[in-house]
């Protein structure tokens, strides 16, 4: 573990050479996460702005064109989809009157949106979901418990699901709050190995890679969290494994470093 843990402290350290300007920049393409109608409807108008404009190439029209779609359908459709997973707490009391029905006070749960959109709160019911975007969930929840448990709070947290394959302890997909930073992500799935090459960490979303090591660790330098980052459900976070080569480079330097007081020693005795 200790091992690992230093491995990220290098990947930290050569992270503080990538530009500055690298972590805002993503930062402005995660703010779409979790941003308000007002602010997306804001964003589409802007984007049908650039797509009509003759100042900017094909492909861009082209882009910012297929990217206000993408925003109307998440006005429209909403955030949520079959298979996502929620976190929700909820503190109540009963209402008077009501003593014998059962209460809600610190439930907490990781729900699955079903079919429909939809989400099952036990003691609740269900509670629909269906064009509702993640700045609004918690909104939604919140009016919906009240309806049933009097002076109630519910507090929500969505959860994204991304994957980290290579050379990690656990590989696989992990349901994670948008707030994780990366490198607590990489602990979760079991932190590096040894043979984990902390210099070549990625993110990809089928074969393009959106995030590349430098700007993967400039997010971990900058403390970055995955809500912040533009990623997507399905994306992967990849640690490379370090090449054959460079093992090999690392034992020679170990076994030097292990027989020099030895060297050294030897030498001394002779020539005293």
Known sequence: MLGRILQLVVALTAGLCVLPGVAATQSDLGSAWTASRAELESRATQLDALASS????ARA????????????????EGDFRVGDRIYVEIEGSIPDGLQAAPTLSDFQDTLTVFEGA???????????????????????VNTAVNEVILNSRATTRPLVRVAVFGSVGRPGYYNIPLETRIDNLIMLAGGPTVDASTDNMRVVRGDTVILDEREVRGAIVEGMVIGALG??????????????????????????????????????????
Do not use: K, M
């Open 61 to 76: 029209r082209a882009r910012s064109a297929q990217e206000a779609a993408t925003i109307r359908r998440r006005l429209s």
């Open 54 to 57: 003759t100042a900017y190439s």
């Open 231 to 272: 990623l997507n459900e399905g994306d992967q976070l990849v640690l490379d494994r370090r090449s054959q080569s460079l093992q090999g480079q690392e034992r020679t330097r170990f076994i030097f470093l292990f027989l020099s007081p030895i060297i050294s020693a030897v030498v001394f005795r002779t020539l005293r």
């Open 118 to 140: 939809r989400i099952s709160i036990r003691n609740i019911g269900e509670i629909s979901l269906a064009g509702v975007l993640r700045a609004e969930l918690q909104n939604r």
